[in-house]
């Protein structure tokens, strides 16, 4: 399965945008939400590379009653690399991490890479669109504390390309999601382009 963050890595480095080439659009802003996962219960083998750690196993993804989101990473063995809970209200919890991925950065950084994914409501406030005059790309963004979340899609709003977290100026983050199936991602992509922070995720098919 190592073929699995490689190969994601390649479509994101393929797809880098020109900021300097978008411009205000008009546009039903919502569109996206149909792009959102239902993450009611999901497995996926994953793969994370953070600056030469590479740690493999078994994530689940999973709606709780209190409708929160649990995420939790573990080896093929049950070892847990970390256990988070994203609440409905946007707060955060880590309930468990190793040591080695236990740094505030780290942290902050798997928070902010899982929340653009489950395009929680917290990061979908005050949106706008741009359009690319090259591409016809539609950018629908919005605004964060330090930079924006682009949620990128065809002309017509069909095709969720990729996701990106930027400065004003690049790509911070870019993520893909691809191939849904019941409303939940086969496969999902994560790289940061400033320091070696790579999550592959491959949807199991016998959940």
């Keep these: ?13 393929a797809c880098a945008s020109q900021y300097k080439h978008l411009q205000q659009s008009n546009g039903d802003i919502s569109c996206i939400q149909k792009f959102k996962p239902n993450f009611t219960r999901a497995l996926y083998y994953t793969e994370v ?21 649990r995420i939790v990473f573990s080896n093929q063995s049950g070892f847990k690399f970390f256990d988070f809970e994203f609440a409905a209200n946007g707060d955060f919890r880590v309930y468990y991490i ?64 990729r996701m990106e977290r930027a400065s004003s100026k690049k790509p911070v983050v870019k993520v893909i ?13 994560i790289s940061h382009t400033g320091f070696t922070f790579d999550i592959g995720l491959k949807r199991l098919e016998n959940e």
């Design 1 to 13: 399965m190592r073929y699995l963050l490689i190969s994601c890595l390649i479509l994101l480095s």
């Design 49 to 69: 590379n953070v600056t030469g750690k590479y740690l493999s196993g078994i994530l689940v993804i999973k709606k709780m009653p209190d409708s929160s989101t």
């Design 98 to 161: 190793i040591d080695k991925l236990d740094k505030k950065p780290v942290i902050l950084t798997l928070r902010k890479d899982f929340e653009i994914v489950m395009m929680q409501d917290k990061v979908m406030q005050n949106g706008f669109i741009k359009y690319d005059t090259i591409t016809t790309q539609r950018y629908y963004g919005f605004p964060e504390e330090k930079g924006y979340n682009y949620y990128v899609t065809d002309s017509t709003c069909s095709e969720l390309i």
């Design 177 to 189: 999601m691809q191939n849904y199936k019941d409303g939940i991602p086969d496969t999902i992509g």
